[in-house]
T-cell receptor, first 115, second 118 residues
Framework: GENVEQHPSTLSVQEGDSAVIKCTYS??????FPWYKQELGKRPQLIID?????GEKKDQRIAVTLNKTAKHFSLHITETQPEDSAVYFC??????????????FGTGTRLKVLA | DTEVTQTPKHLVMGMTNKKSLKCEQH?????MYWYKQKAKKPPELMFV???????INESVPSRFSPECPNSSLLNLHLHALQPEDSALYLC?????????????????FGPGTRLTVT
């Protein structure tokens, strides 16, 4: 079945450095790619998303890039801060003409920003 | 109101109990979802309601029974659960239902109900 691979599973960076998390999806019908941040014991919160007709999107320190040909997309966080520490999930979503709907999460990346 | 709320926050139940989880949103969203999240794992989609009708059931065991009384409320009825069903159950909503061939809308998650089955 369809899946979403996410790497790395853990990432430690020094405060102020950049962090990059990568995801690869298998379903060519995927057309929506959100990124969620989940702090311990809290709900997943959408931080940025990108649709298949766009190659890059930026929101302050956060950016996402999408390569449809290679079926991968990446999250870039610049000038990291300790409060960026959390688990980050990518997801890929599709809705086929048959009505089949998929919203598949990656396996998650635990980001630690060291002060 | 820009939140999805869920009750209860925590629930402990025996394998013979019947309980229900509740989810509510007042954002006018027309699609609502149930997810199951085990510790250190990603959320897994269980059910999708679109315009108050169950549109997708991801082959979830029948001991989980969803109900959508109206466009703002979503319930998950639990009966004869197993210890392996212990998890965080997340509700989410989105502006509109998934439309074939078109990009979907972002989902907003509730805080979840942490369920323990003993």
């Amino acid at each position: 079945g369809e899946n979403v691979e996410q790497h790395p599973s853990t990432l430690s960076v020094q405060e102020g450095d950049s962090a990059v998390i990568k995801c690869t999806y298998s379903d060519s019908a995927s057309n929506y790619f959100p990124w969620y941040k989940q702090e311990l014991g809290k709900r997943p919160q959408l931080i940025i998303d990108i649709r298949s007709n766009v190659g890059e999107k930026k929101d302050q320190r956060i950016a996402v890039t999408l390569n449809k040909t290679a079926k991968h997309f990446s999250l870039h966080i610049t000038e990291t801060q300790p409060e960026d520490s959390a688990v980050y999930f990518c997801a890929a979503s599709s809705t086929r003409l048959s009505g089949t709907y998929k919203y598949i999460f990656g396996t998650g990346t635990r980001l630690k920003v060291l002060a | 109101d820009t939140e999805v709320t869920q009750t209860p926050k925590h629930l402990v139940m025996g394998m013979t109990n019947k309980k229900s989880l509740k989810c509510e949103q007042h954002m006018g969203h027309r699609a609502m979802y149930w997810y199951k999240q085990k510790a250190k794992k990603p959320p897994e989609l269980m059910f999708v309601y679109s315009y108050e009708k169950l549109s997708i059931n991801e082959s979830v065991p029948s001991r989980f029974s969803p109900e959508c009384p109206n466009s703002s409320l979503l319930n998950l009825h639990l009966h004869a659960l197993q210890p392996e069903d212990s998890a965080l159950y997340l509700c989410a909503s989105s502006q509109d239902s998934p439309i074939p061939g078109q990009a979907t809308y972002e989902q907003y998650f509730g805080p979840g109900t942490r369920l323990t089955v003993t």
